[in-house]
């Protein structure tokens, strides 16, 4: 066809289309990596604090029981009647049964907390924006670990996984490809549902998916899926960048993203990245 101003001006509109959606990409990729840096931050400044309120907790567990048994010892040479209204005026056998308990609930909680700041260390890999060998189930392990409260309303998790090996990659954008998967599996499914995250390896790739038995999709829909804003969900509560900018990592570790679904039975999600790169 010969060029004329009007084919012209078509592509121009297309181009400027384009240009439009990678620069939104762009944005929120950044956005994206300047949230992992915050949280990598954070977790880094908590864990200072965290450190020393753990070890006082023991020593307060020690000095509380030693407290707890002179208390004992000097109540003894009290005469009784004055003893029993001291100890019950401060309630001191209540006391005594409930601060190991404080003690130890307390010590749980903050094990808890140390947790949460790996798996946020281990899901930003902030210090890593470049390709290195990594465990790919220790990423899987931390993602799911931070998402685990929102998808154990609506979905039991079951892992299938088989001994990997180490891949050449970037964990902390792989990590960011699973926790879109995971949450997309949740929100397709409206209770008592199975999400399966299975992995495996061959001489060439090694893989993960995420499948889940929620409402599935139709041919039209999969068909849109990877568009850049293409969103099924209400306002607000979906942007529909999550399947395109996993696209565009996948693509930048040389692999393949591909969908099974069924309406009314469920999704299957499944990447694959080579295991060597190629030159
Ligand atoms: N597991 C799934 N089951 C059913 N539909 C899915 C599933 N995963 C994705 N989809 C469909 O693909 C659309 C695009 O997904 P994508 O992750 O790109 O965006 P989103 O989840 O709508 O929003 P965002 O991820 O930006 O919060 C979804 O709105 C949904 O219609
Ligand atoms: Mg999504």
């Not at 299975?198 to 899926?225: C, H, P, Q, Y």
């Amino acid at each position: 066809m010969k060029p004329t101003a009007e084919t012209d001006a078509g592509q121009l509109v297309e181009l400027q289309a384009e240009l439009q959606v990678l620069k939104e990409q762009l944005l929120q990729s950044e956005k994206l990596a300047s949230l992992g840096q915050l949280a990598a931050g954070v977790a880094h400044e908590i864990n200072n604090p965290i450190g020393y309120v753990s070890s006082n907790m023991k020593m307060l567990a020690e000095y509380s029981s030693s407290l707890i048994n002179l208390v004992k010892l000097l109540s003894l040479q009290v005469e009784e009647g004055a003893r029993t209204t001291l100890l019950t005026n401060f309630d001191f056998d209540y006391v005594c049964a409930d601060l190991p308990k404080l003690v130890q609930e307390s010590e749980q909680g903050l094990n808890r907390v140390v947790e949460i700041i790996r798996d946020l260390k281990d899901f930003s890999h902030i210090e890593d924006a470049d390709f290195i060998e990594a465990d790919l189930h220790q990423g899987i392990q931390s993602t799911f670990n931070l998402v685990a409260n929102e998808l154990k309303y609506k979905a039991e998790v079951i892992k299938e996984f088989t001994e990997l090996p180490t891949l050449l990659c970037i964990p902390s954008q792989l990590n960011q490809v699973l926790l879109n998967l995971l949450l997309n599996a949740a929100q397709a499914i409206e209770q008592n549902g199975i999400i399966r995250i299975t992995t495996g390896f061959n001489d060439n790739w090694l893989w993960f998916s995420v499948s889940d038995n929620g409402k599935g999709m139709s041919s039209a829909e999969l068909a849109r899926i990877f568009e850049p804003f293409y969103t099924t969900k209400p306002k607000g509560q979906g942007t529909g960048l999550g399947l395109s900018l996993s696209r565009s990592i996948i693509e930048k570790h040389r692999g393949v993203i591909d969908v099974d679904s069924t309406p009314g039975s469920g999704s299957c999600f499944t990447v694959k990245i080579p295991r060597q790169l190629p030159d």
